[in-house]
């Protein structure tokens, strides 16, 4: 049974600070892992979405990697703004017919002024 | 496109009633999804179509829980007789079945049974 760990569940950073967050799962038989933000109360928006034979993915301020073999993905944000504060959530879609997917229970982060 | 659309945004039953959700996929996505989301948690699977077909339900699902998905457009998922524990938000999302597989999801239906 894949396990997805997100790990601080809770982080709080100045503005203009880089920053990191974490997501480990325990089968490294995945179709693709995709990174999501949850504002409170709302639906989740998709950010990044990497492929099992990928390394990265970039788009903006954000950088997604996956290490398979070590079943750990981190999510980088550059540059961080008050804006960023939301929930973010890790997905680890299985690698057979790709249809369910196991979430963590994401990392809260909010960004100072 | 409009993205994936849930209805209602909100909804408040007395428990034992019955209750149905709606999800409106993106038009070009065959497959759709069902989780189910509680406060400080990850979303939770519950069932997943390609098409009209069921492929695949959670174990942790009740018979109190049934989904359809009729000519692969919308779907419905509707809770029997409601208890407490069924509060929670409940997540629709849609895919397309051959690429990326990357999910959009809807705004989501929030339930509070009391």
């Known amino acids: 049974k894949q396990e997805v760990t ?7 950073v100045p503005e203009g600070e880089n920053l990191v967050l974490n997501c480990s ?3 490294s038989a995945i179709y693709n892992l995709q990174w ?3 504002d409170p109360g709302k639906g989740l928006t998709s950010l990044l979405l990497i492929q099992s034979s990928q390394r990265e993915q970039t788009s903006g301020r954000l950088n997604a990697s996956l290490d398979k073999s070590s079943g750990r993905s981190t999510l980088y944000i550059a540059a961080s703004q008050p804006g960023d504060s939301a929930t973010y959530l890790c997905a680890v879609t299985r690698g057979t017919n790709a249809g369910k997917s196991t979430f963590g229970d994401g990392t809260t982060l909010t960004v100072k002024p | 496109d409009t993205g994936v659309s849930q209805n209602p945004r909100h909804k408040i039953t007395k428990r034992g009633q019955n209750v149905t959700f709606r999800c409106d996929p ?3 996505h065959n497959r759709l999804y069902w989780y189910r989301q509680t406060l400080g948690q990850g979303p939770e699977f519950l069932t997943y179509f ?9 174990r942790l699902l009740s018979d109190r829980f049934s989904a359809e998905r009729p000519k692969g457009s919308f ?3 509707e809770i029997q007789r409601t208890e407490q524990g069924d509060s929670a938000m409940y997540l629709c999302a849609s895919s397309i079945s051959t690429g990326l597989y990357g999910y959009t999801f809807g705004s989501g239906t929030r339930l509070t049974v009391v």
């Open chain 2, 26 to 28: 993106i038009s070009e």
């Open chain 1, 25 to 27: 799962f325990t089968d």
């Open chain 2, 75 to 77: 779907s419905t998922l």
């Open chain 1, 6 to 12: 997100q790990i601080p569940a809770a982080l709080s």
């Open chain 1, 36 to 38: 999501f933000r949850q």
């Open chain 2, 50 to 58: 390609q098409n009209e077909a069921q492929l695949e339900k959670s």
